[in-house]
Nanobody, 115 residues
Framework: QVQLVESGGGLVQAGESLTLSCAAS????????MSWYRQAPGKEREFVAG???????KYAESIQGRFTISRDGGKNNVVLRMNSPQPEDTAVYYC?????????WGQGTQVTVSS
């Protein structure tokens, strides 16, 4: 059974960097894509950043230039480096992975940015 576990969330002040990590287990296959989404209170879940094997990384316009997604080759681990987070970045951050046509989600990690 594939499981994704996020870590690294917490409470930070605006401008203080934060790094989120996600690791997938329970499969021998490499995910062809891994992404980060977030959901703020009262809002729908939205795409943040994604990395596809053999393709360019993609970022939401709202975090472009501030957040960086990285993945170590075909390993099922992905990191989101959040530089200069702002209060509007407060949300539960979710990791997802597409493995052999199936999408798996983690439980999420809370990120709270205080002003």
């Amino acid at each position: 059974q594939v499981q994704l576990v996020e870590s690294g969330g917490g409470l930070v002040q605006a401008g203080e960097s934060l790094t989120l990590s996600c690791a997938a287990s329970g499969t021998i296959y490499s995910a062809n894509a891994m992404s980060w989404y977030r959901q703020a209170p009262g809002k729908e879940r939205e795409f943040v950043a994604g990395v596809i094997i053999g393709a360019n990384k993609k970022y939401a316009e709202s975090i472009q230039g501030r957040f960086t997604i990285s993945r170590d080759g075909g390993k099922n681990n992905v990191v989101l480096r959040m530089n200069s987070p702002q209060p509007e970045d407060t949300a539960v951050y979710y990791c997802d992975a597409n493995i052999r046509g199936h999408t798996y989600w983690g439980q999420g990690t809370q990120v709270t940015v205080s002003s």
